[in-house]
């Protein structure tokens, strides 16, 4: 739906005046009467609300449409400084074709800021009957040979400098005239471009600019007009707008000048106006800027441009060239983006006052959308609106400096999102690890922080202040030399997004591989409350290449082996959850075992207690597989649900699958779990072997396979008080209804956690 803000109308016959009382809040179209025999229109007078406006509004100043100032040939400006010429064409009721196959042509004069049609008054522009239906469509330029009658189409060159507008189809009569209204629309993006030096040796050594070109932005934009046979009853219909391939480049419209030092001297160098970006997505504009001391520099970026709509490009000179931000044109303020249209505040040690480049994405695609710079304050705190993309990642306005990935983004529309950061002031490049006021809390705020590895000297709890996006770049699982991890990592019921693993490598000691969000967790080790909420973990073409100590392949979504030791401690995963598809296929020796599940790989000792698991998890070859555990020696597993599908097509018999366990051994137990995913080739639906199980269930095709908790019992770990504690690890025990669309138990966390 397009905003119409002006008004037009008529007050007589002959030279019309304009009515400037008659604009208002409620009203805010172009109103356009036709007249008998000799057809004048009146100008079109500015009415919208003033913060609507852009830079230098005038009351009396001619606009056609919202968000882009007055346009005029080489001259982009608020008051109309030269004759704007437009052109209509015309079809009656009922035939098949435009009348005359011309053009009317119509001005609006600068001199008196009034539009008058300056054609004569024949029957080939208009109808002899005033009661005719009449419907008129239009466009500005008036190029010219630009309407091709042939076809129905407009065509006019994008020549960086003129602004393209048109009309949806109206219909009225000279008698009555088009109360409808009519509006003209912008066909194209318009932007100013805006120019500063990082500092005093970037000034002297760049000068000023003497040129700037969008490249490959020249084109045709094509108009398509409606409605060309006798049954035609669009009105309403907008023309079609098309443009040609991209040709050669646009210049942006502008004098020379002298370059200033800080964004906040930013100089104006001209403005430009091109093709709206036409994929759903955004395109990469190249800039190349000549400037007084050398040249052409050109830089990249990512935006999408929409018709009508106006950017602010701003080009950022340093030592070393030339960088390029672009945000949406701040209109009535003069600042971008007002204080109370802000959702995400920046803190970032070590960067006062320094000057970031913000890049936004699109959370889905994760293909850049646009580029904030964000001058950060002394305090190195800085605001920004970020709406529904994904703040992918920053880069600090100093020389050689690199992206910092940060992966944050809103999940409701009134969402604050901090982003906490102490980035490293010896290459502004890498980050480090913040501290809670403990001294022994890293805290992580950001995928920088995370992909830190949970390496910090000295401390002992790696704590999540808000959910990450990993943004589907590989992940490294943790490892700790020849050692097992056997800190804390509290995730605190926040959520990994885009989790990604392909590569695993070896273990130095034994060639075992271990893969996950940790390869291996010992003696008292844990992980809870942390959420996998997608991503994938694929793995191909295993080779061992140590055969005679190699033991075999480990991975879970969060862990490889868990294990510990009676006297040292034992490792634990707690309240955790993955989504994530988990495949593994082919491998160099076909003796080796495969141990692979949604949690843990291998469970040598310690506990698994109310996780789950909703991710796929598949194979093609020998495997012990499932949900939960891969495999089971010592320890316990307790309150553990498995949605997730298991699929092993592997064809000899060493394979152990199910829903819970793959295979259990030797000690420990398996307690108060259920499984509803579907396991492959009729295998166990809770443990395919060994072990002891007490008090769990299956569904499967909609039968039941063993005992559904119907009393609140800690003692069976069945409690439904909600704790996570003491055999309290349920919130609600759900109900069979004999198969009916039953309801299951719900674990203590489920509920404030939501993929």
């Known amino acids: 739906m397009r905003k119409r803000e002006y008004v037009m109308t008529a007050i007589g016959r002959g030279c019309f005046d304009v009515i400037n009382n008659f604009c208002n809040h409620e009203m805010k179209k172009n109103i356009l009467n036709l007249l008998p025999v000799l057809l004048f229109f009146c100008l079109l007078t500015g009415c919208s609300e003033q913060e609507n406006e852009g830079l230098g509004y005038v009351g009396n100043e001619i606009r056609i449409a919202t968000n882009i100032e007055a346009v005029t040939r080489g001259v982009i400006n608020s008051p109309l400084t030269a004759d704007l010429e437009v052109g209509l064409i015309r079809l009656d009721k009922n035939e098949n074709s435009y009348v005359g196959e011309e053009t009317l042509n119509g001005v609006v004069f600068s001199a008196d800021k009034k539009l008058r049609i300056i054609d004569e008054t024949t ?80 000034k002297a050594k760049w000068g000023g600019i003497t040129s700037v070109t969008v490249l490959n932005k020249e084109q045709n934009c094509i108009l398509t007009l409606p409605g060309v046979s006798a049954d035609y009853d669009g009105v309403g219909d907008d023309p079609a707008i098309s443009f040609s391939a991209e040709m050669g480049g646009i210049s942006v419209e502008g004098e020379d000048i002298d370059i200033d030092v800080d964004i906040k001297n930013a100089v104006m160098f001209g403005y430009a106006m091109f093709a709206p970006t036409q994929s759903s997505t ?40 030339v960088s390029v931000g672009v945000q949406p044109w701040a209109w009535g303020t003069g600042t971008y983006p007002a204080t109370s249209d802000t959702d995400t505040e920046f803190h970032i040690e070590n960067c006062k006052d320094k000057i970031i480049s913000v890049i936004l994405a699109n959370p889905e695609t994760l293909v850049d959308e646009k580029v904030v710079m964000l001058q950060l304050d002394e305090k190195g705190d800085g605001k920004i609106a970020i709406g529904d993309l994904l703040v992918k990642s920053i880069q600090v306005a100093v020389p050689d400096s ?24 010896s290459d502004y490049s890498s980050v480090d690890w913040r501290m809670d006021g403990d001294g022994t809390t890293a805290l992580i705020n950001t995928a920088a922080e995370m992909r830190l590895g949970f390496n910090k000297s000295g401390a002992t709890v790696y704590k999540f202040e808000s959910d990450i996006d990993l943004m589907n770049q590989e992940w490294t699982p943790v490892n700790v030399g020849s050692t097992a991890f056997t800190n804390v990592i509290d995730g605190d019921k926040h959520k990994i997004y885009g989790f990604l693993v392909t590569t695993f490598t070896s273990n130095t000691a034994n060639n075992a591989y271990f893969g996950g969000l940790v390869r291996s967790l010992g ?52 309240g955790c959850s993955n989504a994530a598809d988990i495949n593994v296929d082919n491998r160099s020796i076909t003796t080796l075992p495969i141990y692979l599940a949604g949690i843990v790989g291998y469970l040598t000792r310690g506990g698994i207690v109310g996780c789950l698991n909703t ?55 398996i307690s108060a779990c259920y499984n509803t995913g579907q396991v492959s080739s009729g295998l166990g639906a809770i443990n395919k072997s060994g072990g002891t199980v007490a008090n769990c269930f299956s569904v499967s095709s909609n039968t039941l396979t063993g005992n559904w908790p119907t009393v609140d019992s800690p003692s069976t770990n069945w409690g439904k008080a909600g704790t996570g504690l003491n055999g309290n690890y349920w919130i609600d025990l759900g109900s069979w209804n004999d198969g009916v669309d039953p309801t299951y138990p719900k674990l203590y966390w489920e509920t404030p956690v939501v993929f």
């Open 615 to 669: 991710g796929k998890i598949s194979n093609n070859i020998d495997t012990y597989a499932s949900g939960i555990c891969g495999r089971k020696v010592l320890g316990d597993i307790i309150a553990c649900v498995n949605k997730g599908s298991i699929q092993v097509s592997a064809s000899s018999g060493n394979t152990y699958s199910a829903g819970i366990v793959g295979r259990s051994t030797v000690d420990g137990t």
């Open 402 to 425: 690199k992206l910092i990935w940060i992966g944050r983004k809103k999940f409701k529309p009134d969402d604050k999102v901090v982003i906490n950061l102490t980035v490293k002031s």
């Open 282 to 321: 955004s395109e990469e504009l190249i800039i190349e800027v000549t400037t007084k001391e050398g040249g052409p520099l050109q830089a990249k970026v990512s935006h999408k441009f929409e018709a009508g709509k106006k950017y602010e490009i701003t080009l950022r000179f340093s030592m070393v060239g």
């Open 523 to 574: 003696a008292n080790g844990v992980i809870k409350n942390l959420h996998i909420a997608s991503g994938k973990i694929n793995i191909s073409n295993i080779v061992f290449t140590q055969t005679t100590s190699a033991t075999g392949f480990y991975v879970g979504a969060f862990v490889g082996n868990l294990g510990g030791s009676s006297a040292g401690g034992e490792g634990e995963i707690i």
């Open 123 to 202: 029957d080939a522009y208009y109808p002899a009957d005033m009661s005719a239906k009449v419907r008129l469509i239009g466009w500005y330029p008036n190029e010219a040979g630009a309407f091709n009658a042939e076809n129905g189409t407009v065509t006019f060159p994008i020549d960086g400098s003129t602004d393209i507008m048109y009309t949806e189809m109206i219909e009225g009569t000279s008698k009555d005239g088009f109360t409808g209204g009519v509006t003209f629309d912008h066909a194209l993006s318009q932007v100013v471009v805006t120019a500063y030096a990082e500092d005093s040796p970037a």
